[in-house]
């Protein structure tokens, strides 16, 4: 680890260790997960594994602003933490924001003040968040899509946004899985 995720790792701890020690733990799962599939991203591994540390940093209190963590996130990063632009990105649109924004009201703001990553890492981003528990441990994404609705509720904003984002979510972290077979697949 150098560099971004050296950089990143404290600045995720700072925020979130002692306020929401369940998110940190999730945090650090998730990108623990971005290091089991760093070789289907190449030379974006470790803009990945930051993003993963950082990407619920939105939730910490002393930065939540609008309620909606993707963008109180990257609005921190970007405005207070200086971070890298694509770290940034990769934050605001974690894990189908998008879709949220929309039932928000927030999208045209969300999309507006922050650019999308290629679809690649967004895919690998997601992945790695429904891939993890709460706690920070492997699990699969319906089981992770279940909880989600179960902990908020079905008929809660998150639980209608998180069953509309379903299909999407299982088809990112299917791209996933098929670039991590094809990679298997290459001779060294």
Excluded at 67 to 82: Q, S, T
Excluded at 138 to 147: G, K, Q, S
Excluded at 163 to 176: F, G, K, M, N
Aim: hydrophobic residues 40%; aromatic residues 6%; proline residues 7%.
């Amino acid at each position: 680890m150098t560099g971004l995720a050296e950089w990143a790792y404290p600045l995720a701890e700072s925020l979130l260790a002692e306020p929401l020690p369940r998110r940190w733990k999730h945090s650090l799962g998730v990108a623990e997960r971005a290091r089991t599939i760093a070789a289907v991203v190449g030379e974006d591994a470790e803009l990945l594994e930051a993003a993963a540390v950082l990407h619920d940093i939105g939730y910490a209190p002393d930065i939540a602003k609008t309620g909606f963590h993707p963008l109180d996130g990257a609005r921190y990063l970007r405005d207070i933490a200086g971070a890298d632009e694509r770290v940034v990105s990769l934050v605001a649109h974690h894990s189908c924001a998008w879709m949220e924004a929309e039932a928000r009201g927030m999208r045209e703001e969300l999309e507006g003040e922050f650019p999308r990553e290629p679809a690649g890492l967004n895919d690998a981003l997601c992945y790695c968040d429904m891939n993890t528990t709460p706690d920070g441990t492997p699990t699969n994404p319906v089981d992770r899509i279940n909880e989600i609705a179960g902990r908020y509720g079905p008929d809660s904003l998150i639980g209608t946004f998180i069953r509309r984002a379903e299909p999407e979510i299982l088809a990112s972290t299917s791209r996933v899985l098929e670039r991590v077979a094809a990679a298997k697949r290459q001779p060294m």
